[in-house]
């Protein structure tokens, strides 16, 4: 499968003529000598963190306004309507996964090859060890992303994550699914803190990926992504293997929005103790429909993903050891 084009790469590489045209000497050309210039077309990188992490908060503060002078110039029955839909808007932007209005959210990678992301949520579990020797018998890779009050528990399963060469994401540190979409500004920061916090001390390497708890983000989650360079991650094909316990019938489910590219959204550690025999069956039919499983940085190298020296604990492991 061919690389995507690293467009941090490219602006530091193609800013300047190429060696050939630089001539063998690698001297610039005389004065007066036309120069053929690379211009490529920059491509967005998969990794997004939101930049504006409180545009939200004036757009929505203008509506408002937008709403007094509509209410005020024609009466309620333009201004209540004016105000349901504004306030809709911003509870619409929460509760739908893939929603951008309120920060860049990742649920499908560019790509036309017949691949696939594995992402598992809710980990590590019980199943963590099961799930490993799965992925590794069928030569596969995922992100596994972790819950870090769970990490912290049970440390060496993460470790175990990362010897074998997956990814590791964070998924708040204690997974309040309930209440996750409303969680007021300090709550929701503590959440992301405490996971970017344990994750990196157990890994030795900075979470680049997010995903909100039940998908569900709401506006005070940008500020905290931008912070620490997260990125946010929903997707685009799930079986609801969280709750329903056919594998077949999962997985059948997510077969429907198969596609190149795919994010597909699998859980680890469900009370009802299929989710290993579903990964199974997962991995069987996507093996016979011609797929295979990649991560995001085959297609999007991380520059910005750098060991974290300040927070690795002695004798953990660094990227080159792995
Ligand atoms: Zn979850």
């Known amino acids: 499968m061919p690389r995507r084009r690293n467009p941090e790469h490219e602006r530091r590489c ?3 003529p190429n060696r050939r045209e630089r001539g063998a000497s690698g001297a610039p050309p005389p004065a007066g000598t036309s120069v053929a210039y690379h211009l490529p077309m920059p491509t967005p990188p998969l990794h997004r963190p939101p930049r504006h992490p409180h545009a939200w908060a004036w757009l929505f503060g203008l509506s408002q306004l937008a709403v007094i002078a509509i209410w005020w110039v024609w009466g309620w029955k333009a201004g209540l309507p004016a105000l349901m839909v504004t306030h809709g808007a911003l509870v619409w932007a929460t509760l739908r996964p893939r929603s951008r209005l309120l920060s860049p959210v990742l649920s499908r990678l560019p790509t036309q090859d017949r691949v696939v992301w594995l992402t598992i949520d809710d980990g590590p579990s019980d199943d963590t060890r099961a799930i490993l020797d799965l992925l590794d018998r069928h030569e596969a890779k995922a992100t596994f992303f972790l819950v870090g009050a769970r990490a912290q528990a049970r440390p060496e399963l993460v470790a175990d994550i990362v010897r074998r060469g997956h990814g590791i994401g964070q998924h708040s540190q204690t997974h309040p699914q309930a209440w996750f979409w409303a969680l007021p500004p300090r709550a929701m920061r503590a959440q992301i803190d405490q996971a970017q ?6 890994t030795g390497t900075r979470p ?7 998908g569900m983000a709401n506006p005070f989650v940008a500020a905290s992504l931008k912070r620490h360079g997260l990125a946010r991650v929903a997707w685009s094909a799930r079986g609801f293997d969280a709750v329903l316990r056919d594998p077949a019938g999962v997985v059948a489910r997510i077969e429907r929005d198969l596609a190149p590219g795919a994010i597909v959204l699998l859980h680890e550690g469900a009370a009802h103790g299929r ?15 011609g797929f295979r499983t990649v991560l ?4 999007d190298p991380a520059p910005a993903a750098r060991p974290s020296e300040a927070h690795r ?5 660094s990227r080159g050891q792995r």
């Open 208 to 214: 680049r990926w997010f995903r909100a708890v039940v």
């Open 197 to 202: 916090s344990a994750l990196t001390f157990l």
């Open 313 to 317: 604990a002695p004798g953990q492991l």
């Open 296 to 299: 995001p940085e085959e297609l």
């Open 14 to 16: 193609c800013a300047e």
């Open 275 to 289: 989710n290993v025999e579903t990964l199974e069956t997962l991995l069987v039919r996507l093996k016979a429909l």
